[in-house]
């Protein structure tokens, strides 16, 4: 059981780091530091936004509209943090 906290772990470690920089690029390409007509920019954000679609959809189903600001990744990372600490503080349940 050990190995599944672990594994559990390090995928959510990942899914974390992808939203940092999924998150971080999105502030780039909106103040003009990126440029999607670059392919390897476009590349990569397309791939981040396939990845995270999937995540972020159902919570911009639950959201209320609120104009030209997606608070979709910040709940999804919000609920990232959650479940990583409830994980965390209950680790003595998968080392039986």
């Known amino acids: 059981m050990q190995s ?5 772990m390090m995928l959510l470690n990942l899914l974390w780091f992808i939203m940092i920089v999924h998150i971080i690029m999105s502030w780039l390409i909106s103040f003009d530091v990126l440029n999607l007509r670059q392919p390897l920019v476009a590349q990569i954000w397309y791939a981040l936004n396939r990845l995270l679609e999937p995540i972020y959809r159902p919570i911009r189903r639950i959201l209320p ?3 030209g600001i997606d608070f979709a990744p910040l709940v999804a990372f919000i609920i ?7 994980l965390i503080n209950n680790a ?3 080392y039986r």
């Open 4 to 8: 599944l906290f672990e594994i559990i």
């Open 65 to 67: 509209p609120t104009g």
């Open 80 to 86: 990232l943090i959650i479940v990583q600490t409830i």
């Open 92 to 94: 003595d349940f998968f």
